[in-house]
């Protein structure tokens, strides 16, 4: 979790102080991380349906990073421990800090954690105690002070006599860099406490201490894999630190932390990065210059989220239309997401956005038997997050994404106690008004596409034109009503009201003797015909009877 201002919460009404039997006291001044409401409360509390609610509050990827090797082997081994040296991990690491900042870093150096809250309270049992203090600033990543406060040690702000000085660069939730020099310096003047600096987001700005470790032996340095990794989930955080440094840590660290699929999954990334930092960027100074010209105070901010002063709390307001921010008593802390979902934050916020780079639409649509909503780029690179509750039809709209090279991100719920068909329906003709709105005004695009999937036995051809005259010719041959618990008949008429809402000429073939194969086969052509047809073309949409 990180300096992402996320972290667990405590249930129930009993004070955590207290304790059970023999449960060693809590400090007065000790209070449980809490997280930010959950999308079903705010819906709940709101009166919304939950596909209604946006979270721009947990300082993670729009998207999740994607695992960059065959997972068969680790998930046929999970009845053993993972290796406790985690060398690969370590020795990946340590590569990307060396890439990065010119550092000589060896992977004895590198210290592991269950994500870098895991190392938080490593670095805090290490040096504190009570009788102890840590130098906390008043407002940021709250683990430090319940760290600090766990191990018996006090919390203050100045940092003469600390035994250990909490700093999170760039911080959170304000997002303001200390320079590398000032940091430093600060371990410099302070040779006997230890100096844990955390960089879960040095990625989006600011420079690392990393290069000094070895002038610095007091230096320890935290990364995640949270933040412009995209694994949260995954639980994978690293420390590193001088030699000696590190290997005060590793003796005290939990055998076998990280699963050994986690593992293997960010030792790959960090052996080759591959993260949308750039256009996370991009898209945080779009943001914040829109929140600046309507009036808000905004200043600069160098992580994955802006951060807007008020004392006003305008997150009560943004919750009141599903728009979960992360709220402190001075402001918001707003998490990017894709832009179209950003564009609706800033039109609730009263701002005007700015354009936005490559072509995206977010439709939200909700009716008396479904509520949706799609989040559709046209320039992505195929992720897909798909969440139906019609797992066959996750897969179909996850393979076309894929096909198509489209970022997708589709939630949906709807009547299915009834049956499929308004929730495959519906899905499908938003996915087609998405289209329509992220395409624009489709100058510029190669117009047509074509495409001949075979698979196996089955076989289907797909073939676009965007021209804006609306009409669909569809023909699946399926032979048994069924496939992975949905109607397949529906598919047809589903992608019918997709060529409607998208206002284009479709065409979709498929047949074989597995049905199976007949709608993938389909479902893939027509990803390949799209992924022609939106292209860059030669001068744009041409026709001799104009655009209708």
Known sequence: MTASGEGPTVSGSANPSQGGPNAVPLPEAFAPYRWAAT???????????????LKFDQNTPPFPGVAQIPLAESFATLNGYPSGLYRELREAAAGYLN???????????????????????????????????????????????????????????????????????????????TSAADLVDLARRHPDAAVVVDEAY?????????????????????????????YAALRVGYAVAAPATAAVLEARRAPAPIAAPAARIAAAALRDPRTDVVSEIEERERVRAALVAAGFDAPPAAGNFVWVRSDADPGAALEEQGIIVRRFPDGIRITLRRPSENDILLRALGAVPGPVQGREATVVRTSTETALRITLGLEGSGRAHVRTGIGFLDHLLTLLAFHAAFDLECIAGGDLDVDEHHTVEDVLAALGGALQQALGTREGVARYGF?????????????????????AEIALAFTVERVGGLVVSLLSHALERFAMEAGCTVHVESSGADDHHIAEAAFKALGQALRQAVAPGDGGIRSTKGLA
């Not at 709940?44 to 609610?53: C, I, K, M, N, S």
């Not at 989006?204 to 320890?220: A, K, R, T």
């Open 99 to 177: 890439a990065g900042s010119g550092a000589d870093v060896g992977w004895e150096q590198i210290v592991v954690g269950a994500g870098a809250d895991d190392l938080i309270m490593l670095c805090a049992r290490t040096y504190l105690a009570p009788g102890r203090s840590a130098s906390i600033f008043p407002r940021t990543y709250p683990l430090y002070r319940i760290s600090t406060l766990l191990n018996g040690a006090e919390p203050v702000v100045d940092v003469a006599g600390v035994s250990l000085i909490w700093r999170c660069n760039p911080e959170n939730p304000t997002g303001e860099v």
């Open 202 to 230: 040095i990625e989006f700005g600011g420079e690392s201490v990393v290069p000094w470790l070895d002038e610095c032996p007091n230096l320890i340095v935290l990364r995640t894999m949270s933040k412009a990794f995209g």
């Open 451 to 471: 495409a001949v999937v075979p698979m196996d036995e089955a076989r289907a051809t797909a073939a676009i034109d965007l021209v804006r005259r609306a009409h």
């Open 39 to 53: 999308v079903e409360e705010v819906a709940a509390r709101q009166g919304l349906d939950p596909v209604e609610v």
